[in-house]
């Protein structure tokens, strides 16, 4: 069969990955929750109708006059269990970018992660070289003694799976979170209720375990330069326990450094689901409408939000190097704004104020800033980018179902989104896609905002962003129940995808394929697929997968 001609700045789809979706129209679905219990997308809500799409003038984002906004209801509140994603529509919005009547706008996920996700059940594959050590309830070890091997029917071309490693706990019945996962020279670190267990990267051989005394309740994929993390555990067992124990670790060796509790900012400073973000030997602790500032090697108190001038900032969000404040003015509008912040002192140069009732909801890249901001009662939604001098310089627009949920843990967080990539003047964003049909990445140009490419999945894939450098786009092609997955590098400037690893089909795949909204590192040549959350049923569950050549 002959393929079509590809559209301008369009790369060739490479054999096998099908051709482009054609525009969504309005009522545009959703993946729904499929019979198979491992489907690739979560479940999710049918999708709701479309809103009714605003007049012209009510489309318009100030400042500056003629930059796209587009409109959108969006879910109130933070996500609670065991509530699952709820679909939400943003309207096409305005002349010249997007023409209301086209059919183009952006659609947003919101909402989070249902936490009884599917787990593997029956039998579970162990590692490839299976170790003596079976888990006890901990997250460290292989959860038993099966020597399946996990490269059976691997096709030729085709790489291999490394390891795998499974955890066996009689948790708590909402289950256990597991989100922290960081690559540290030749140790992958992965954190699993109240303890953080290292492995090799090479053989899954455990290296330390480091225990807490409550669960680990707040991470960051952030370290120093030296390999350094803080991580906040809960000050005890109970419901009623708060998230406010910080404690400095070193990735490296398992050391535990300094132990401290974050000091309340005022009366209503409640530690409900704080976010951390380190920049240089800053850590920044956000939580419910406060924020606070510390040393990395210290723990000392930099600065909090309480001492701020003018308006309070309810977060501080850090990342390489960069560090802004996401305030609240305590006007008849409650308005927000955004401004630099310096990582020692808090003090900002630049201010940039968002229209009346406009909240930012995600942060997509710090250098660029990009910014995903919305106002809830108009029913409008924008993605922005701002200069270093903090003046807006462009508004991103586009026609899919863009997937934007920044999580952490059960609750929505400011930290910079790990489910888009920025690079340079580059955001990449994937969509949504009904279930069974194939979604893409889309690139665009944020000196302009416009789309400059997209790269569909193919063959009812899904294709998700890992991370973005030196002008290539890192994406992982997920598994299906007989295919393997793809690490995929993209140029910049577009191109045909080329494949960095080949993951095996045959007793892998199905594995692979049955994560439930994984945490992806590719590092080294190596992928790393590991679950964020689990049932902590007594039974055991796969928790990291390691693939390479």
């Known amino acids: 069969m002959t393929e079509p001609p590809q559209p301008p700045n369009q790369p060739p789809p490479p054999s096998g990955y099908g051709h ?49 906004t587009a409109g959108m209801p969006q879910a109130g509140g933070a996500p609670q269990p065991p509530k699952k994603k709820t679909a939400v529509f943003v309207a096409a919005a305005v002349a010249g970018v997007l023409v209301l009547g086209t059919g183009g706008y952006f659609a947003f996920l919101s909402g989070d992660d249902d936490p009884k996700q599917p787990v593997a059940q029956g039998s579970t594959p162990a590692d490839a070289k299976p170790s003596a050590t079976v888990d006890n309830g901990d997250g460290s070890g292989n959860g038993g003694g099966q020597t399946e091997d996990l490269n059976a029917g691997r096709k030729q071309g085709e790489d291999k799976t490394l390891w795998l490693k499974t955890a066996k706990i009689d948790g708590p019945g909402l289950g256990v979170d597991s989100a922290g996962q960081w690559i540290v020279g030749d140790t992958v670190v992965k954190s699993v209720w109240k303890n953080l267990t290292a492995y090799g990267v090479t053989d899954g051989k455990e290296k330390w375990t480091l225990a807490f005394p409550a669960p680990v309740c707040s991470v960051t994929k952030q370290t120093t330069a030296e390999g350094k993390t803080v991580v906040m555990f809960k000050d005890g067992e109970g419901d009623s326990a708060s998230c406010n124990q910080m404690k400095q670790v070193d990735l490296k060796t398992g050391k535990e450094g300094w132990t401290k509790e974050v000091p309340k900012e005022g009366l209503f400073d409640i530690m409900t689901s704080p976010s951390l973000g380190i920049t240089g030997d800053t850590v920044a602790v956000s939580r419910s409408g406060t924020a606070s500032a510390f040393k990395v090697s210290t723990g000392d108190k930099l600065f909090g939000s309480a001492t701020a001038e003018g308006c309070k900032p309810d977060a501080y969000v850090a990342d390489k190097g960069k560090m802004i404040a996401i305030a609240t003015c305590y006007d008849d509008d409650l308005s927000s704004e955004v401004s630099d912040a310096d990582p020692v002192t808090g003090k900002k140069t630049w201010t940039f104020k968002l229209p009346a009732k406009y909240k930012v909801g995600a942060v997509y890249s710090l250098d660029p800033l990009v910014l995903d901001i919305g106002n809830q009662d108009k029913k409008e939604r924008a993605i922005v980018v701002l200069g270093p001098d903090g003046k807006q310089r462009a508004t991103v627009s586009g026609e899919g179902s863009f997937a934007t ?10 930290e910079v989104c790990s489910t888009t990539a920025v690079d340079a003047g580059t955001l990449y964003m994937p969509t949504v896609a009904e279930s069974g049909k194939a979604n893409e990445i889309v690139a665009f140009d944020l000196a302009t905002g416009k789309a400059k490419w997209r790269t569909p999945a193919g063959d009812g894939r899904t294709i998700v962003p890992v991370g973005a450098a030196n002008g290539q786009l890192i994406a992982y092609r997920k598994a299906t129940s007989d295919q393997g997955g793809e690490v995929l590098s993209i140029p910049a400037a577009g191109g045909t995808p080329t494949a960095l690893l080949r993951n095996p089909s045959g007793t892998s795949a199905p ?17 790393y697929v590991s679950q964020s ?8 569950e796969k928790l990291l997968m390691v693939f390479g050549k």
């Open 20 to 68: 482009l979706p054609g525009p969504p129209q309005p009522g545009y679905g959703y993946p729904q929750q499929g019979e198979n219990p491992y489907a690739q997308q979560p479940p999710t809500q049918p999708m709701p109708h479309p809103v009714q799409q605003p007049a012209p003038q009510q489309g318009y984002f100030p400042p500056p006059p003629g930059t796209p």
């Open 405 to 414: 949920e920044c999580t952490n843990g059960l609750f929505r967080s400011v």
């Open 511 to 527: 594995i692979e394929s049955s994560f439930f909204t994984p945490i992806v590192d590719y590092a080294d040549g190596r992928l």
């Open 533 to 540: 959350r689990l049932l902590a049923k007594g039974t055991a």
